[in-house]
């Protein structure tokens, strides 16, 4: 046995050193690799297998040897199994090579359709070592391989999850290329969902402002396109990263912004009175525009404070006459909270006088109009105002002409469904492709403007008896 190894040795050694004499090439497996490549037909599959004779270790060879087979398997199908025999061998002995890797899933997803459940598996392990080293081109041909031959929404999730900000590269790709939009909203919940997972590992207090302005924005970003196909979504962490984030932001560098955004966030009255308080201290408040003051009056709502709000909106109302017109929307916002609180309060009356007098002044306010539905409604009268602003029924024809539109809505007592009949122009020549419909800031629809039905159906969450629908052509 020591023999025979000895034996191997010498002789390795000696084609090791044949390699360097002139004219000697043919003991080089890589030399005849190259010489191989410049070839064509049987020649080419000569000079490869000579390369792997001398050295049957080399990825390279095998996998040129894969493709003249699978060329050849055209004329020859007997061919197809062993080109497959050699691409598995392949990836076997030079797995861990970016590029090995690379050309086998090209060359496994061009086999697809006739690839058994194991050589899938291989197939998804390839994958899953070379994207984490692909460039961008080598992704656009990933996901066009994917789309042509595989269309396995299961096999490229399980690749990406390697580098998962790619989902919504993914998700891009499946729109620009007019692939089923189920593919994209499942790549977006998946890029949602690791969006959440990867800024919950991170440690929110030890941020500066601008981090913390960068993960407000990625937080805000999500539509949660996991209700357009199921998939579960950590709505916890993501309403938990919300208020940590808000808070030190509000706490720290507040602004309009950030104070709104974590009032709306958090559900302890506790933590906005330390807002409150902290505020005062800064001396945030002593300005005065309406502005800051709806904010302080706002966090004296969130915060149940009642008492003092009607105070002091009250004394605001009395000392108030004329108002800037850039103001408006801050004066009829102030005095709808002192109507919700006499609302909420069950004072009736009193807020229907405030609300009305509103109306007159502002009739085509959705605010103001939704209290007056929600005061006559509970006082047993009926609604029956419009406004071209706020739409309130079981069916509602939408003309958009523009880009993006806006609108207020408010569904019937009891109403479940809401029945849109959407008169869209389309300007092709801006490469408008989807129609996408969210009601209060989530993705409640979605389709491609050339197939769009005559009617679109949403489901209206949650009982809730107002929503600002926002309606997109991009």
Known sequence: MKKIIFLAIILELLLFGLCFLPSANVFDYYAQYVRALSLKGKEAEKAVKLSLTINPFYPHSR?????????????????????????????????????????????????????EEEDRKIAKQAGKIAIKRMNRREIDELFLLWSTYCRDYEFIKN?????????????????????????????????????VQYLQSKRVENMGKRELLGTL??????????????????????NNLM?????????????????????NSTSSTEKIKELLNTLTQQGFFNK??????????YLLYKAKDYDTLKQEINIFRKQT?????????????????????????????????????????????PEILLRIKRIREMMGEAFDLESPNFLYGEEV???????????????????????????VFINNERGNKILTIFFNGKVAYEGYLDELPEKIKISLRGGLDFYTVEIRIW
């Open 321 to 365: 006459g004329w108002i800037n017109k850039k103001e408006t929307d801050y004066f009829i916002k102030i005095n709808l909270l002192l109507v919700d609180v006499y609302y909420e309060e069950n004072m009736l009356l009193t807020a229907s006088s405030i609300v009305e007098e509103l109306h007159k002044n502002f009739p085509d306010s």
């Open 397 to 423: 024809e939408i003309p958009v002409k523009r880009r993006i539109k806006k609108f207020y809505f408010s569904p019937l007592v009891g109403q479940k469904t809401l029945t849109l009949k959407p008169e």
């Open 63 to 115: 996998m040129f040897l894969t493709s003249i087979l699978l060329q050849k398997s055209n004329e020859k199908p007997e061919l197809f199994l062993e080109a497959l025999k050699q691409l598995k061998i392949t990836f076997k002995i030079g797995a861990r090579r970016g590029k090995i890797s690379w050309n086998t899933l090209k060359t496994f997803l061009a086999m697809w359709p006739f690839l």
């Open 217 to 238: 924005r990625m937080l805000r970003s999500i539509k949660f396109y996991n209700e357009l196909v199921g998939e579960k979504f950590d709505y916890t962490n993501y």
């Open 288 to 297: 005065r525009d309406l502005q800051t003051f709806y904010l302080r009056e």
């Open 243 to 263: 208020e940590q984030i808000t808070g030190v932001l509000a706490h720290k560098h507040p602004s309009p912004q950030t104070i709104m955004d974590f009032a």
């Open 159 to 195: 690749i990406l999850r390697e580098r998962p900000l790619l989902f919504l590269r993914l998700a891009n790709y499946i729109k620009e290329n007019h692939l089923p939009l189920e593919w994209r909203w499942e790549a977006l919940s998946n890029y949602e969902n690791y969006i």
